[in-house]
T-cell receptor, first 114, second 113 residues
């Protein structure tokens, strides 16, 4: 596709359930990032992929959060045993190379944990 | 600890006038700065960036100024247009690139007719 695509756009889940969020980066972009934006906050870095490996996972808030990337393309962010504080907009971005001067963002997945 | 701060949550400017959005940072290791614009239900869109070796970068109606000694940057939009109404995020990186960005909380700009 022409841009970064995320699915689903909205997800409501019950506390304690697991969720998977998907990101399709721009074709050919080797770098992929996950951020989240909680209510009233700025975007918070979660994890960075270069190809299929994640050299920087420092932003993942707990071991309930994990992410993988396959084929140097699609990435999945998994949140296990969701909590209400996980409610946020999860944004994915990609760039051509890590040394890119800009990252292109998807529209985000709004996660609501009830 | 908020390393990138946008102290004005909102700003209203008349069409045709200049909009000035401000951003302060505390981490002296930041060496690359970006501005993103965000419309509701959309992801942030890159606007303009500046490296710490410069103090000004201009792109059409958008100019970013960087004052390293004050750890302050600003985005000027002139002339402001109604389509500029959006939330503007300041972001910073210590890698010299757009990887691992630290974002401010955003400023909502409203351009009125």
């Amino acid at each position: 596709g022409a841009g970064v695509s995320q699915s689903p756009s909205n997800k409501v889940t019950e506390k304690g359930k697991d969720v998977e969020l998907r990101c399709d980066p721009i074709s050919g972009h080797t770098a992929l990032y996950w951020y989240r934006q909680s209510l009233g906050q700025g975007l918070e870095f979660l994890i960075y992929f270069q190809g299929n490996s994640a050299p920087d996972k420092s932003g993942l808030p707990s071991d309930r959060f994990s992410a993988e990337r396959t084929g140097g393309s699609v990435s999945t962010l998994t949140i296990q045993r969701t909590q209400q504080e996980d409610s946020a907009v999860y944004l994915c971005a990609s760039s051509l190379i890590p040394q890119g001067n800009k990252a292109f963002f998807g529209q985000g997945t709004r996660l609501t944990v009830v | 600890d908020q390393q990138v701060k946008q102290n004005s949550p909102s700003l209203s400017v008349q069409e045709g006038r200049i909009s000035i959005l401000n951003c302060d940072y505390t981490n002296s290791m930041f060496d690359y700065f970006l501005w993103y614009k965000k419309y509701p239900a959309e992801g942030p869109t890159f606007l303009i960036s500046i490296s710490s070796i410069k103090d000004k970068n201009e792109d059409g109606r958008f100019t970013v100024f960087l004052n390293k000694s004050a750890k302050h940057l600003s985005l000027h939009i002139v002339p402001s247009q109604p389509g500029d109404s959006a939330v503007y995020f300041c972001a910073a990186s210590d890698t010299g690139t757009a990887s691992k960005l630290t974002f401010g909380t955003g400023t909502r700009l409203q351009v009125t007719l």
